[in-house]
């Protein structure tokens, strides 16, 4: 049990280094941290639910970067469909072909 409490921990503290090294995606990582603790105590410890949860704050969290800039454009006076078009050319650069 300790093994694998310390595996998860060291796991998620990459996920911390990588949420300040810009190549790194860290929130992810993070979240693997969590999934991988839940599945080798078979989701005693943490539920689907608590995972669901963590999966809606990483998804937030990691594409934040992505629609705040969007809302900053608004409020900056651009219009609805440059919005529009940044967010989906940023959207579209995001997956490479």
């Known amino acids: 049990m ?10 998620m503290l990459i996920g911390l280094i990588g949420c ?3 190549a790194m995606p860290g929130l992810p990582i993070i979240w693997l941290g969590a999934l991988f603790f839940a599945w080798q105590t078979d989701f005693q410890i943490i539920g689907w639910p608590m995972l669901a949860l963590l999966f809606i704050l990483m998804a937030v969290g990691a594409t934040s970067g992505i629609w705040l800039s969007a809302l900053g454009a608004r409020k900056g006076g651009a219009s609805i469909w440059s919005s529009a078009l940044g967010l989906s050319a940023c959207s579209c650069s995001a997956y490479p072909a």
Request: avoid cysteine; proline fraction near 8%; glycine fraction near 0%.
């Open 2 to 11: 300790e093994a694998v409490f310390f595996t998860a921990l060291l796991i």
């Open 20 to 22: 300040a090294v810009p």
